[in-house]
């Protein structure tokens, strides 16, 4: 293992130091418990965005910490869940009264513990709804999650929820937004290379040389099947045609019912996209891959979505959910409609996502 | 070799090709000469920034064309100059009679090409003037330069000068201004991993697994030592001190003067730090080496700098001026004035570089 660190124990914390004084003026780093959170942090009157999940996504969760995004974001270990104590720490810090959305990404570790963390917030007074996050097509299971994996769509739904909540939306409005971009997006990703853990210091699993995992997860979790790599082309295709064959379907998922003061199961209806749809085009790069290639895939991505009559109206291209050095992309398409394009378009401003301000 | 590509030799091609259908409302390509171009040129009355290299360094130069920064960026074949027919068609195109000013990286190639464009410019009417960037504290001589190779000052350059150009100055003051700017920084950078270039697919260098090169070039030219790896902190530190410690020293370098209408040889001296400077510290990745290790570095190039009593009043970290898919990282430290910050606050709107519109 050849990466840019000190002891692999201290990966984690050091990075988030060196964040913290690369952007005082946007975020402040709390240690023990660890979270990330908006230098002007409490806003009064507006609702908190907090989210969190293991580390090694860099920039995701922190680097989206600032104005018209995350309120505050909570690090894991890498790849680890973080725990409730950073997330009740979190909201306390972050609330302005208008209470929290939770975004949560669909592995069992987070889910267990941002419904753990409500419970306690609740109980000191601080409303508080949970939102999860499942869009990957990939795979029905997978090795820590039950259901569809929480990917690429978490990024777009922190912009786009960050920017209502400075708009004024309240709580439920916020949280109803979010699960509306949860169902309309979806995401496949593919790696070239293994990553290395830190802490464990060899590849988390082995690719031969002209090896591919198609449908990988953001942990090095197994896709859907492993093959000889492609074309840039063929690979774009294959991604993007998961997503748009993808067919309808619902699934059962827990929120907190404010009215019943307890935990619900909900049925959502995810919705298969539909020539004419207008949509976000996001290609992210797994960590080790540069722009350049991910253009190449855009490229393609463009022409399926021309062939498939799916209208990109916007995109985002760059490395904004990592799996630490990983090579590979993963792309997510997200329909949008005129209250996500208006927000999506408001101003942002973090380390690693900024526009418009 | 595995990459995101289709036919090596179409790699360059199609990358910029999604480019331009990813960003039309701030860029469009010229095929044939190829060059990248604002969507709104020429700007009547504003000077034009030109600047151009080999590609495979993505996002520098295409991903800076746009508002406040770049008017056109010429592209070669991977770690290839472009040739003089480019940049001079990117003059003409760009051209808002107000002059051209060409940003030139320390490479043999790149400065043959860009004085021979210059010459077919001003013979067809267009006030061209050249400054070259060569800030590499590395090496004094390396594979393909005399003198210091270009590297991260360029990004800072661009940026300065852009913003510089919209402000409205003159040809000859933004030339003045992108010599300061040169002339105030310096760069040292390190290979964990060789880059690989499409069209050989191999690696261009061989690294142990313990091995790393300090010193690197963008192109994977080598650099002073070829050393076991260390810790991120004594790399940092390596890094920064190489900056620190650098002399002041004279060199002759060429440009064009208007006065006698040829090339002159002018004297330029960069001068050491010193403490008390403002600087702005530039950490970049090489294109593999994610955002969490790079804050790591940031991290120890703070605790350096103050160490030195060097102020860090702004920062940029990530990745803008990549060689492929290397690992490793480079610092610039670029000593700063009132007049260079305010230039670098100015609102930018590029591919990949963005704030304030």
């Given amino acids: 293992m050849k990466k840019l660190i000190n002891a692999p124990v201290d990966f984690v914390r050091e990075s988030l130091e060196g964040m913290a004084v690369a952007h005082p003026d946007l975020i402040k780093v709390h240690h023990d418990p660890t979270f990330i959170y908006r230098t002007d942090a409490p806003k009064h009157g507006k609702v908190a965005i907090v989210s969190g999940g293991g580390s090694g996504h860099e920039p995701m969760h922190g680097g989206f910490v600032g104005i018209g995004m995350l309120d505050a974001a909570c690090p894991g270990e890498v790849f680890t869940s973080p725990t409730p104590d950073q997330m009740l720490e979190a909201a306390k810090k972050v609330d302005g009264g208008a209470g929290i959305l939770y ?48 990917v690429g769509t978490t990024v777009l739904a922190e912009k786009i929820c960050g920017a209502a909540t400075e708009q004024g939306y309240d709580l439920q409005r916020v949280a109803s937004l979010c699960r ?29 040389d002209r090896e591919v995992e198609m449908g990988i997860g953001i942990h090095g979790e197994p896709g859907r099947e492993r093959m ?53 085009a996001f290609v992210n790069s797994m960590g080790g891959t540069p722009l350049s290639e991910l253009y190449i895939i855009y490229r393609q991505l463009v022409e399926v979505c021309e062939k498939h009559s799916l209208q990109i109206v916007r995109n985002l291209i760059g490395p904004y959910m990592t799996s630490l050095d990983m090579q590979g992309c993963s792309i997510t398409l997200l329909k949008l409609d005129d209250e996500m394009i208006q927000l999506w378009d408001a101003p942002v401003k973090t380390p690693s996502l900024r526009w418009g301000i």
Avoid at 184 to 193: E, P, Q
């Fill in 228 to 280: 000889s790599i492609k074309s840039a082309d063929e690979i774009a295709q294959m991604l993007a045609m998961s997503i748009i064959e993808d067919i309808s379907y619902s699934r059962t998922v827990r929120e907190w019912d404010e009215d019943k003061g307890e935990w619900v199961d909900v049925e959502l209806m995810n919705h298969a996209f539909e020539k004419g749809d207008k949509v976000l």
């Fill in 180 to 208: 509306r971009v949860n169902l309309n997006g979806r995401s496949m990703g593919i790696a070239l290379t293994s990553c290395t853990v830190p802490a464990k210091g060899t590849p988390t699993f082995a690719l031969g």
């Fill in 103 to 150: 975004i949560v990404k669909n592995y069992s570790g987070d889910i267990m513990n941002f419904e753990m963390a409500t419970e306690l917030a609740r109980s000191e007074g601080i409303r508080v709804l949970n939102i999860l996050i499942d869009d990957d097509v990939a795979v029905k299971d997978s090795l820590y999650t039950q259901g569809r994996r929480g």
